[in-house]
């Protein structure tokens, strides 16, 4: 018999999240590299399916839903789930079809994930419909989920404060991995020109939110004495401009700052290859994909002092408080320069789509 492991892939037909969607697409394909004899790897999506070009392949099934991924989300933050039937559910975000079910007696499991606490950290930075709608849905996943995954101990520990330790026995510790294949492109010089960027700078992540923290980013850098570009990756659409303002604040030349909104993973890695630093200056305890992929390519990081920061990066950064980052990225620039890519280089062995499957295919064996 058969065991078949259904994973939501909605982020794969409307994504919401570049970050979630390559999430969602590389773990797919490590459950299906990865499946135990006698197990296979079925999706369930939204309507109008899965594309021919989505990038994984091996997927035994499609369950394709009769509404989008709107209406989908609203129907199952209210615990309507209609047409899902039985077995092994698995969402690589906190969106699944969350319903009262007897896991012992109909071998029904919903396994969900969560990625960032930004509903309940900095909820003023986020329209109201997605505030309300991540509430609900940790809600339902209280009620109705066999085990909630997070990427770190320290976003366990703050979700046990946000769910008033509703969640202590349910809460599994998975962490991430940079995009699958993440890897310096041959054209990588190309894709820099052609993204008309300078061929060496100082890289951060974000936009204008002030809990992404840009101005201390900024503001570290010209403290470290920095006087060449800096690339910021992530930008949201039109917030260029807000992003240019808070570089000038903290003295930073407009001309020397380039705005960019997320980028494919080939023109990320062609970015991130040619920076000669990663600054990451953000406190939430959201999972740091930019970290990671810094840390896959061997870049320097000097990061803010967080308790995610110390468990993801480990000693593969330069470290220091807010007002002391400056320091952190001299250091990342200058002297701990090589240390930091050997160790970086060491420590992204550790993050890994291939050993995230095996991990969830034991959990839901657990289950």
Known sequence: MTVTLRVVLDQLVAPT??????ASASLAQALVDTAPRGCDVAAIVPAPGLS????VTG???ETRLSVRRR???ASWQLGVAPGIGKGLI????ALAPLVRHDRVNETHQIVVTLWDLRAWETPDELPTAETLGSRALLSRIAKHADAVIVPTHAMAERLGQVAKNKLVQKVRVIGGAPAAGLRVPTDAVGRLRALDLPPSFVAAAGGAAASDALGDAFAAIVAAGWDGDVVVLDVPEGEEPAVADVAAAAGLAQSRVHARGFLDRWDRAAVLSHARAFVAACGRTDWPWRAVDALALGVPIAALDTPVHREVLADAAAFAVADELGDAVARALGDDADRLRVL???RAKGFAWEACADRVWALHAEL
């Open 17 to 22: 999240s570049n970050d979630l969607a390559e």
């Open 52 to 55: 021919d070009d989505v990038g």
């Open 59 to 61: 997927l035994t099934s």
């Open 71 to 73: 209406e989908l989300a």
């Open 90 to 93: 698995h969402s690589p975000t």
């Open 344 to 346: 970086a280089g060491d």
